[in-house]
């Protein structure tokens, strides 16, 4: 089984708002990513959890707040969004360092900035 | 650091011809090259890759192949139909690293 599960699939929140994105894995992954991907477009890492720490932010502006509760599950924050973060949201998940570099993505979160 | 290019943009086939999609990385040591496919409102799915240390592989009507020297890897479906229709990236990972480099998409459309 190489699922990644993502809730919800849609949100629309106003500049304002403070929503979190969910995402889970139970294949015993060690490593967890969030990607943001626009439209036509390839995704583009934001974060990577590597046994439950953050190992690389890819200069992701602070509105966005990861987190890595335990091995199966991450979070991201969202808080003071700008229209121009409205994108497709992606988690994926791999062994981690230790093991294959396969990743799997989860069906990802449409997300709208109002 | 790293940077894939792919190519083409956008492929038409009837159904039945096969479609080959070609990307050239440029750091001759990135070391593992996987290819997803990402259908309309789904997350990309990872359907084939490759490591550097073999030159080809295969999986049903889909194939891989890697050419180190040029910095190049290919996809190659054969005998399309129209659910292979989707989008297709490509990526390349450098050895340690754990971020995958993606090129830039390849838009497949498979007509009956």
């Known amino acids: 089984d190489t699922e990644v599960t993502q809730t919800p699939k849609h949100l629309v929140m106003g500049m304002t708002n403070k929503k979190s994105l969910k995402c889970e894995q139970h294949m015993g992954h060690r490593a967890m990513y969030w990607y943001k991907q626009k439209a036509k477009k390839p995704p583009e890492l934001m974060f990577v959890?590597?046994?439950?720490?953050?190992?690389i932010n890819e200069s992701v502006p602070s509105r966005f707040s990861p987190e890595c509760p335990n091995s199966s599950l991450l979070n991201l924050h969202l808080h003071a969004l700008q229209p121009e973060d409205s994108a497709l949201y992606l988690c994926?998940?791999?062994?981690?360092?230790?093991?294959?570099?396969?990743?799997?993505f989860g069906p990802g979160t449409r997300l709208t900035v109002t | 650091g790293e940077n894939v290019e792919q190519h083409p943009s956008t492929l038409s086939v009837q159904e039945g011809d096969s479609a080959v999609i070609k990307c050239t990385y440029s750091?001759?040591?990135?070391?593992?090259f996987p290819w997803y496919k990402q259908e309309l409102g789904k997350g990309p799915q990872l359907i084939i890759d490759?490591?550097?240390?073999?030159g080809e592989k295969k999986d049903q009507r889909i194939a891989v192949t890697l050419n180190k020297t040029a910095k190049h890897f290919s996809l190659h479906i054969t005998e399309t139909q129209p659910e292979d229709s989707a989008v297709y990236f490509c990526a390349a990972r450098l050895p340690g690293f754990q971020k995958l480099v993606f090129g830039t998409g390849t838009r497949l459309l498979v007509s009956p």
């Open positions: 959890y590597s046994y439950e720490k953050l190992s």
């Open positions: 750091d001759s040591a990135s070391n593992y």
């Open positions: 490759i490591r550097s240390n073999v």
């Open positions: 994926a998940s791999s062994q981690g360092k230790a093991g294959g570099p396969e990743q799997y």
